[in-house]
């Protein structure tokens, strides 16, 4: 988030910046942007967490990842894919609203409508879940504001 900002702050101008924003966001897409497939989460798409000590994927969502939609919306409409508009803007636009549906529904999935913590997206649900540890809200802004970037 803050490699594109300081991009755009340089005028467009700090190549170096932009290489690293570039090559973040290709390791994330590549190595962490998960699909929940038909038994998962109705299809979501989701971020999940990488465990050094056990070297597996945990299928949970921290909802300070919900910053993310709007760092991909922002970079897509600010040309650091290259054209404006082009196919690599495109496919980035597309997995910002695909992520952003899912935090939308960190909310929307929960009997209280607060967003959790942690989400967990649980094989056999279509839903969802608050992670069994972490169902409190910390009323954090990462969700409104990738809404209000797209």
């Known amino acids: 988030e803050y490699l594109l900002k300081q ?17 973040s966001v290709a390791a994330i897409t590549a190595h962490l942007v998960r699909e929940g497939g038909l038994a998962r989460c109705a299809n979501c798409t989701y971020i999940g967490r990488w465990n050094f000590r056990t070297k597996r994927y945990e299928d949970k969502m921290d909802h300070l990842v919900c910053f993310v939609p709007g760092m991909l919306a922002l970079g897509a409409h600010s040309g650091i894919h290259g054209v404006r508009g082009g196919a690599a803007a495109r496919a ?21 409508g607060l967003a959790p913590e942690i989400a967990e997206l649980r094989e056999g649900t279509s839903r969802v879940a608050a992670d069994s540890g972490a169902r409190h809200n910390l009323l954090r802004p990462e969700t409104v504001e990738s809404l209000f970037v797209l």
């Open 7 to 23: 991009w755009l702050m340089s005028s467009r101008t700090d190549s170096r910046v932009a290489q690293m924003y570039t090559e």
């Open 92 to 112: 980035t636009m597309a997995l910002a609203e695909q992520l952003m549906e899912t935090c939308y529904r960190m909310y929307s999935d929960q009997p209280t």
